[in-house]
């Protein structure tokens, strides 16, 4: 195991550092890993436990070397202050030396940068950015320092024999869930899997609970009531709902687990009413399968899924039989539809040897465009195409920016984000290597078709964000139905009393041109949609798959 390098360090030689005031029971918990894309060796996470309460503690540093092949120790060094009464992580993954500081006498974490929990090491199944360089970026802010007032939220940070106490709902969030991880504690043991645990019979085994049955104590309660003050006071990407969590303090520090069940939904999906935001498993000692969620859909969820119904009534109106092909033709005109962008894994697109595999277009969107476009070359009449992208809810970034170089004019593929944390905007420049032989070219398709994307209030996300970049651009024209919008990266959580939900995160999404990226001015927001590019290329869901209509549509 790689071992983090602790470094003493106290400006006076003579300073000693006294206990809190505590009892602190230490126990050694199983912990088991279901993620293929981590190696991580430890089978045990050590759990601290304080004043015979049954909220969960981490030692700071412990947790960083336990979980080594998660995180990359090998970049990480810590150091200990006891004049100023505070616990320092460095990190220099990222190619710059940022710090994360935690303060156990006001309770405060401070981080040089939002990018100071990126601590984690390469996804070892999925390249995400495969065909990817980064070529240039620019931003109104390089460094952005924050400060998270956790004692004003109500939290409690210890020192205890030489170690940092932190609660594991904080830690478990900061440096796992903000990287797409999450470990979950069932009162017997920890789990942890990447994003989220999803498979039915590892659900089962993390939900067959100690927890089931037995109502949560006062403070067990209170640390999940400060964990959600916390997220919606620094982490929800449209702005903070603090306010409203504490208008709803009574119901989440209830003891009963049908309240405070009830309050999750009703905050997270009703409340903030955004499809990027919602609960997708209730707590300990729900019985999910046959809890009633119906009335907690959320009306920008109702909106979606109607759309959904009546885009999928028009495919069966036109297609009786079906048509899973990835193109279709009419005249000369040919409709590709992508219904989310993917990047396939490694074993799912390439052969032992490195060769593409014939089925890849079936796991990676990339590879489903090219696809595409090769049966379109192989049709040689066709002067439009349509990316349908109206049942397409989104998915990975670089997904994205892989499929658009095909339709794209430029060299690169601007993609700009706001970070709601530090107000900071950054834009960067991305070339892909589209013809994958290492000379980063245009695409030949980009000026050989006239190109359109028909949306709906379904597409959102990355779709939201393909169809914003493309029509800013004049690479494509926006048809049938501005798009639902969506523009911030998602944070999926998992609370200790078992609640998992998702959040829309800190980043959003900002749409670039090269004009807008030289000048970082000039920029459009996307998070409430992409309009029509004008309003004469308005389609009735009725005739999404009536090709007759879109090819009428657009020869307006």
Same mark, same amino acid.
């Given at each position: ?6 470094? %003493? =360090?106290? +400006?006076?030689?003579? &300073?000693?550092? *006294? /206990? @809190?005031? !505590? ?71 990222? %190619? =710059?030396? +940022?710090?994360?500081? &935690?303060?156990? *006498? /006001? @309770?405060? !974490? ?85 994003? !989220? ?360």
């Amino acid at each position: 195991m790689f071992m983090l390098i602790f470094i %003493g =360090v106290s +400006l006076s030689s003579c &300073f000693t550092l *006294e /206990n @809190d005031n !505590i009892t602190v029971e230490k126990k050694e918990i199983n912990f088991t890993d279901y993620s293929e894309e981590y190696d991580i060796k430890s089978d045990k996470l050590t759990a601290y436990f304080i004043n015979n309460e049954d909220v969960v503690y981490f030692d700071v540093e412990t947790f960083i070397v336990e979980l080594s092949g998660l995180f990359d120790t090998n970049y990480i060094v810590s150091s200990m202050s006891k004049l100023f009464k505070q616990l320092t992580l460095s990190s220099d993954i990222l %190619g =710059v030396r +940022l710090r994360i500081i &935690f303060n156990f *006498e /006001n @309770d405060y !974490i401070l981080a040089d940068d939002p990018y100071a929990f990126s601590i984690t090491t390469v996804n070892e199944t999925t390249d995400y950015s495969r065909l990817l360089k980064l070529t240039d970026s620019k931003t109104n802010i390089s460094i952005a320092q924050i400060k998270f007032d956790c004692k004003s939220l109500g939290y409690d940070f210890y020192y205890y024999n030489g170690l940092v106490l932190v609660p594991y709902s904080l830690m478990n969030f900061l440096f796992c869930s903000t990287n797409y991880y999450n470990i979950y504690y069932n009162g017997y043991e920890f789990y942890g899997d990447y994003l !989220i645990i999803s498979e039915k019979d590892k659900l089962n085994e993390v939900y067959d609970s100690s927890l089931v049955g037995k109502n949560q104590t006062l403070s067990e309660r209170d640390d999940n009531y400060k964990l959600l003050k916390f997220i919606m006071k620094y982490y929800y990407g449209l702005g903070s709902k603090l306010e409203k969590v504490e208008e709803m303090k009574e119901e989440f520090l209830s003891t009963d687990p049908k309240i405070y069940t009830k309050a999750y939904y009703e905050f997270i999906n009703l409340y903030l009413n955004e499809n990027h935001s919602g609960v997708i498993r209730a707590p300990y000692g729900i019985d999910y399968a046959n809890y009633d969620r119906s009335k907690y859909r959320s009306e920008a969820s109702e909106k979606s899924s109607n759309a959904a119904k009546e885009i999928k009534a028009s495919y069966n109106t036109y297609f009786p039989d079906g048509n899973n092909d990835v193109v279709r033709f009419y005249n000369d005109l040919a409709v590709i539809t992508c219904d989310s962008f993917e990047t396939g894994a490694n074993d799912d697109i390439f052969n032992a040897d490195g060769s593409l595999k014939d089925d890849a277009y079936l796991y990676d969107t990339f590879y489903l465009f090219k696809y595409g476009f090769d049966k379109i070359e192989e049709n040689g009449n066709i002067k439009d195409v349509i990316i349908n992208l109206s049942l397409n809810g989104g998915g990975n970034l670089g997904a994205l920016i892989r499929s658009i170089s095909l339709i794209s004019k430029n060299n690169d593929i601007i993609i700009g984000t706001c970070d709601y944390l530090s107000g900071r905007i950054v834009s960067y420049k991305y070339s892909v290597d589209v013809n994958e032989n290492g000379n980063y070219d245009i695409s030949a398709y980009a000026n050989k078709y006239n190109f359109y994307i028909l949306d709906s209030v379904y597409t959102y996300s990355s779709a939201n964000i393909f169809s914003g970049i493309s029509q800013k651009n004049g690479w494509a024209k926006v048809i049938g139905e501005k798009s639902g919008g969506g523009a911030c990266s998602i944070i999926p959580l998992v609370f200790p009393d078992g609640m998992v939900a998702q959040i829309s995160g800190t980043s959003q999404n900002l749409i670039f041109d090269s004009e807008s990226y030289e000048n970082l001015s000039g920029y459009d927001y996307c998070e409430a949609g992409i309009d029509l590019y004008s309003a004469k290329y308005a389609l009735e869901y009725k005739d999404y798959s009536n090709d007759e209509a879109l090819y009428n549509l657009i020869h307006q």
